[in-house]
């Protein structure tokens, strides 16, 4: 059983450069919200394959979750994948579905996540956290869009 949440944000930027900025883990420490760090697993363009570990501080602690991208097509969808298993939730997958859409220089970006893999009491907390997900993935693309849009007026 999975858990679905959907978030949706629209953007004062092209497609392009909403895509571009979701996959640009080098600036994500000027918009994302506790970011401690991000460390690559691998090199080069980020690529269907790529992974990398996310430390944010949550809740006065440090944690860490590994991220894989499943699938890109450029400028219209990001897939990426949480293995839950491998950081500190410790259970679970996470799949994060981003969908652009654009008309003229506004974008909107529909972010569609899902929780799976929960069973016995993780399961109901699950549902409890897919809440807490939701609102956090919100911040985040509010937070992207604001600096995306705050960079865009600054450079024109």
């Known amino acids: ?5 959907e978030v949706k944000r629209n953007f004062q ?13 080098a600036s994500a420490k000027q918009w994302m919200q506790g970011l401690v760090g991000i460390e690559r697993m691998d090199e080069g363009p980020i690529r ?31 897939v990426l994948r949480c293995d839950g298993t491998k950081g500190t939730t410790g259970k679970g997958e996470f799949i994060f579905t ?8 506004q974008t909107e970006v529909t972010l569609l996540g899902e929780i799976r893999g929960l069973t016995g009491l993780s ?20 937070s992207l869009r604001d600096y995306l849009e705050k960079n865009k007026v600054a450079s024109s």
């Open 1 to 5: 059983m999975s858990i679905p949440f």
């Open 48 to 78: 269907e394959g790529s992974q990398w570990r996310e430390t944010r501080k949550m809740f006065g602690k440090e944690a860490s979750e590994y991220f894989e991208v499943v699938e890109l097509k450029e400028p219209d969808k990001i």
């Open 98 to 105: 981003y969908l652009l859409t654009s008309s003229g220089n």
């Open 123 to 142: 399961k109901l907390f699950g549902k409890l956290m897919a809440g807490v997900f939701k609102k956090a993935c919100a911040k985040d693309l509010d």
């Open 13 to 25: 930027v092209s497609k392009e450069e909403a895509y571009a900025s979701l996959l640009d883990l």
